[in-house]
């Protein structure tokens, strides 16, 4: 299959699609965290920022519990740190997504 034709498969992103697959992706990558953005009546962006606070706070708990010694601290840090790495593309993604159709 061809660019050109693999392009025509594809429906027309709109701010509406958008959002919806950034909150789709949103929901795999990090369901806890997203489960308790769902209040947010914001942008799909702005429940991607609340979740990485949220991810920010829980590794920042991780750390203190390895300062402590605590057994669970590492892998609690670990999945953290890989949650906080995809929200972070998820939000790069997002940004781009919505600029390049705002242009």
Do not use: W, Y
């Amino acid at each position: 299959m061809n660019q050109p034709d693999r392009m025509t498969s594809l429906e027309e992103p709109s701010i509406e699609s958008i959002q919806q697959a950034l909150n789709q992706l949103l929901a795999e990558i990090s369901p806890a965290f997203n489960d308790q953005c769902q209040a947010t009546t914001g942008s799909s962006m702005d429940r991607i920022n609340q979740c990485i606070e949220l991810v920010k706070a829980e590794a920042s708990l991780a750390a203190s519990l390895i300062a402590d010694c605590a057994p669970q601290g590492r892998p609690m840090l670990a999945q953290a740190q890989k949650t906080l790495k995809s929200l972070k593309s998820l939000q790069l993604l997002g940004f781009i997504a919505t600029e390049e159709l705002n242009t």
